[in-house]
Protein backbone atom coordinates (compact mmCIF):
# COMPACT_ATOMS: atom_id res chain seq x y z
CA UNK A 1 0.00 0.00 0.00
CA UNK A 2 2.74 2.55 0.70
CA UNK A 3 4.46 0.89 -2.54
CA UNK A 4 1.04 2.33 -4.51
CA UNK A 5 0.53 6.01 -2.25
CA UNK A 6 4.41 6.67 -3.53
CA UNK A 7 4.02 5.83 -7.22
CA UNK A 8 0.96 8.10 -7.25
CA UNK A 9 2.73 10.63 -5.82
CA UNK A 10 5.77 10.60 -8.52
CA UNK A 11 3.08 10.69 -10.97
CA UNK A 12 1.02 13.71 -9.80
CA UNK A 13 4.26 15.06 -9.26
CA UNK A 14 4.94 14.31 -12.78
CA UNK A 15 1.60 15.96 -13.88
CA UNK A 16 1.85 19.09 -12.50
CA UNK A 17 5.56 19.64 -13.43
CA UNK A 18 4.49 19.12 -16.78
CA UNK A 19 1.38 21.26 -16.36
CA UNK A 20 3.85 23.97 -15.48
CA UNK A 21 6.31 23.64 -17.97
CA UNK A 22 3.86 23.93 -20.95
CA UNK A 23 2.48 26.63 -19.04
CA UNK A 24 5.43 28.58 -19.86
CA UNK A 25 6.00 27.05 -22.76
CA UNK A 26 2.71 28.62 -24.16
CA UNK A 27 3.62 31.75 -22.83
CA UNK A 28 6.92 32.02 -24.59
CA UNK A 29 5.29 30.71 -27.97
CA UNK A 30 2.24 33.47 -27.57
CA UNK A 31 2.22 35.61 -30.71
CA UNK A 32 0.97 39.23 -30.13
CA UNK A 33 -1.82 40.95 -32.74
CA UNK A 34 -0.16 43.32 -34.84
CA UNK A 35 -1.03 46.70 -33.80
CA UNK A 36 0.55 48.59 -36.48
CA UNK A 37 -1.51 51.03 -37.63
CA UNK A 38 -1.83 50.47 -41.52
CA UNK A 39 -4.72 52.57 -42.36
CA UNK A 40 -2.36 56.02 -43.28
CA UNK A 41 -0.75 53.91 -45.94
CA UNK A 42 -4.22 53.90 -47.58
CA UNK A 43 -5.81 57.20 -46.35
CA UNK A 44 -5.98 59.17 -49.40
CA UNK A 45 -4.11 62.38 -48.77
CA UNK A 46 -2.82 63.82 -53.03
CA UNK A 47 -4.74 63.52 -56.26
CA UNK A 48 -2.52 62.25 -58.95
CA UNK A 49 -3.75 63.56 -62.50
CA UNK A 50 -1.55 63.48 -65.73
CA UNK A 51 -3.53 65.14 -68.70
CA UNK A 52 -2.23 64.76 -72.08
CA UNK A 53 -2.73 66.37 -75.01
CA UNK A 54 -3.42 64.88 -78.56
CA UNK A 55 -2.18 67.10 -81.26
CA UNK A 56 -0.66 67.02 -84.81
CA UNK A 57 2.42 68.19 -87.06
CA UNK A 58 -0.44 70.70 -88.54
CA UNK A 59 -1.65 72.20 -85.36
CA UNK A 60 1.81 73.14 -84.12
CA UNK A 61 2.53 74.78 -87.64
CA UNK A 62 -0.73 77.15 -87.83
CA UNK A 63 -1.62 77.07 -84.46
CA UNK A 64 -0.93 79.46 -81.20
CA UNK A 65 -1.84 76.19 -78.59
CA UNK A 66 -2.31 77.05 -75.10
CA UNK A 67 -2.74 74.61 -72.23
CA UNK A 68 -4.16 76.15 -69.16
CA UNK A 69 -4.39 74.54 -65.69
CA UNK A 70 -5.76 75.84 -62.76
CA UNK A 71 -5.58 74.52 -59.03
CA UNK A 72 -9.05 75.64 -57.06
CA UNK A 73 -9.70 79.35 -57.72
CA UNK A 74 -5.99 79.92 -57.73
CA UNK A 75 -4.32 81.85 -60.39
CA UNK A 76 -4.34 79.92 -63.77
CA UNK A 77 -1.15 78.65 -65.09
CA UNK A 78 -0.61 79.06 -69.06
CA UNK A 79 1.75 76.16 -70.92
CA UNK A 80 2.49 77.31 -74.50
CA UNK A 81 2.25 78.26 -76.90
CA UNK A 82 3.15 75.02 -77.95
CA UNK A 83 6.02 73.90 -79.89
CA UNK A 84 7.54 70.67 -81.66
CA UNK A 85 9.72 71.06 -78.27
CA UNK A 86 6.97 71.09 -75.89
CA UNK A 87 5.53 67.36 -77.00
CA UNK A 88 6.67 63.85 -77.25
CA UNK A 89 7.56 61.86 -80.54
CA UNK A 90 3.25 61.49 -81.02
CA UNK A 91 2.88 64.89 -80.40
CA UNK A 92 1.74 64.46 -77.21
CA UNK A 93 1.61 67.26 -74.20
CA UNK A 94 1.06 66.16 -71.16
CA UNK A 95 0.63 67.65 -67.69
CA UNK A 96 1.00 66.15 -64.00
CA UNK A 97 -0.39 67.49 -60.77
CA UNK A 98 -0.54 66.36 -57.33
CA UNK A 99 -2.49 68.34 -55.03
CA UNK A 100 -3.72 67.94 -51.64
CA UNK A 101 -7.55 66.54 -51.67
CA UNK A 102 -10.26 67.70 -51.41
CA UNK A 103 -8.99 69.51 -54.91
CA UNK A 104 -10.63 71.27 -57.80
CA UNK A 105 -8.52 70.54 -61.05
CA UNK A 106 -9.35 72.37 -64.33
CA UNK A 107 -7.77 71.95 -67.53
CA UNK A 108 -8.29 73.40 -71.01
CA UNK A 109 -6.69 74.14 -74.64
CA UNK A 110 -6.74 77.69 -75.99
CA UNK A 111 -6.35 77.51 -80.09
CA UNK A 112 -5.45 80.06 -82.62
CA UNK A 113 -4.59 80.80 -85.68
CA UNK A 114 -0.63 82.36 -85.84
CA UNK A 115 -0.20 85.37 -87.06
CA UNK A 116 1.81 84.87 -89.85
CA UNK A 117 -0.67 82.37 -91.02
CA UNK A 118 -4.64 84.43 -90.52
CA UNK A 119 -4.29 85.97 -94.59
CA UNK A 120 -3.61 82.56 -95.71
CA UNK A 121 -5.17 79.76 -93.23
CA UNK A 122 -8.55 79.83 -95.40
CA UNK A 123 -7.29 78.66 -98.50
CA UNK A 124 -5.50 75.11 -97.28
CA UNK A 125 -6.52 72.33 -99.04
CA UNK A 126 -5.69 69.60 -96.13
CA UNK A 127 -5.56 70.24 -92.23
CA UNK A 128 -5.04 67.60 -89.96
CA UNK A 129 -6.32 68.08 -86.78
CA UNK A 130 -7.14 66.60 -83.38
CA UNK A 131 -8.78 67.22 -79.93
CA UNK A 132 -8.14 64.08 -78.15
CA UNK A 133 -7.39 64.24 -74.53
CA UNK A 134 -6.58 61.05 -72.48
CA UNK A 135 -6.21 61.40 -68.45
CA UNK A 136 -5.21 59.21 -65.79
CA UNK A 137 -5.62 59.40 -61.79
CA UNK A 138 -4.79 58.12 -58.79
CA UNK A 139 -4.44 58.44 -55.01
CA UNK A 140 -1.34 59.47 -52.69
CA UNK A 141 -1.09 58.50 -48.91
CA UNK A 142 0.53 60.99 -46.52
CA UNK A 143 4.35 59.51 -47.68
CA UNK A 144 3.12 60.74 -51.25
CA UNK A 145 3.39 56.76 -52.23
CA UNK A 146 0.86 55.64 -55.17
CA UNK A 147 -2.18 54.05 -53.47
CA UNK A 148 -2.69 50.93 -55.77
CA UNK A 149 -5.74 51.28 -57.99
CA UNK A 150 -4.86 53.45 -60.70
CA UNK A 151 -7.61 54.69 -63.50
CA UNK A 152 -7.31 55.79 -67.46
CA UNK A 153 -10.11 57.74 -68.89
CA UNK A 154 -9.87 58.03 -72.51
CA UNK A 155 -12.03 60.61 -73.00
CA UNK A 156 -13.78 60.67 -76.86
CA UNK A 157 -12.02 63.02 -79.02
CA UNK A 158 -12.60 64.15 -83.20
CA UNK A 159 -9.48 63.14 -85.19
CA UNK A 160 -10.01 64.39 -89.00
CA UNK A 161 -8.68 66.55 -92.35
CA UNK A 162 -10.66 69.66 -92.92
CA UNK A 163 -9.64 72.56 -95.33
CA UNK A 164 -8.57 75.33 -93.70
CA UNK A 165 -11.87 77.13 -94.36
CA UNK A 166 -13.79 74.34 -93.05
CA UNK A 167 -11.18 74.30 -89.59
CA UNK A 168 -11.64 77.75 -88.80
CA UNK A 169 -15.57 76.37 -88.84
CA UNK A 170 -14.99 74.21 -86.27
CA UNK A 171 -12.91 76.30 -84.42
CA UNK A 172 -15.59 78.71 -84.27
CA UNK A 173 -17.93 76.38 -82.65
CA UNK A 174 -15.68 75.81 -80.43
CA UNK A 175 -14.22 71.97 -81.08
CA UNK A 176 -10.90 72.57 -78.73
CA UNK A 177 -12.44 74.57 -76.28
CA UNK A 178 -13.67 71.84 -74.14
CA UNK A 179 -12.90 72.62 -70.59
CA UNK A 180 -11.71 69.46 -68.46
CA UNK A 181 -12.43 69.29 -64.39
CA UNK A 182 -11.53 66.86 -61.54
CA UNK A 183 -12.59 67.20 -58.63
CA UNK A 184 -11.94 64.77 -55.85
CA UNK A 185 -13.49 64.77 -52.41
CA UNK A 186 -11.88 64.59 -48.35
CA UNK A 187 -12.32 60.53 -49.16
CA UNK A 188 -10.42 60.46 -52.47
CA UNK A 189 -13.94 60.17 -54.71
CA UNK A 190 -13.68 61.40 -58.04
CA UNK A 191 -15.57 63.69 -60.67
CA UNK A 192 -15.21 64.40 -63.76
CA UNK A 193 -16.95 66.57 -66.52
CA UNK A 194 -15.86 67.50 -70.11
CA UNK A 195 -18.05 70.88 -70.97
CA UNK A 196 -17.48 73.06 -74.05
CA UNK A 197 -18.23 77.04 -72.79
CA UNK A 198 -20.06 77.16 -76.10
CA UNK A 199 -22.52 74.34 -75.17
Same mark, same amino acid.
Request: with cysteine.
Given at each position: ????????????????????????????????????????????? &???????????????????? +??? &?????????????????? $??? +??????????????????? =???? $???? &?? +?????????????? $??????????? =???????????????????????????? +????????????????????????????
Amino acid at each position: MKKIMMTLAAVLCCAMTTTVFTACGDDDDDSKPDTTDNTSATTPV &YAYVNFKFDNTADMLKYLNI +EIV &YQVNEEQPQTFGPLTDKD $VNS +ENVFGLESAPKIPVKLTFY =RKVT $VKDE &YK +ESFASLEKFDYTNK $VIHSYGLYNAD =RKLIPGIYIGDTPGIHGEAPGEKMLQNM +EKGIFDNVYTVTFDEKGNKTFTNKNPKD
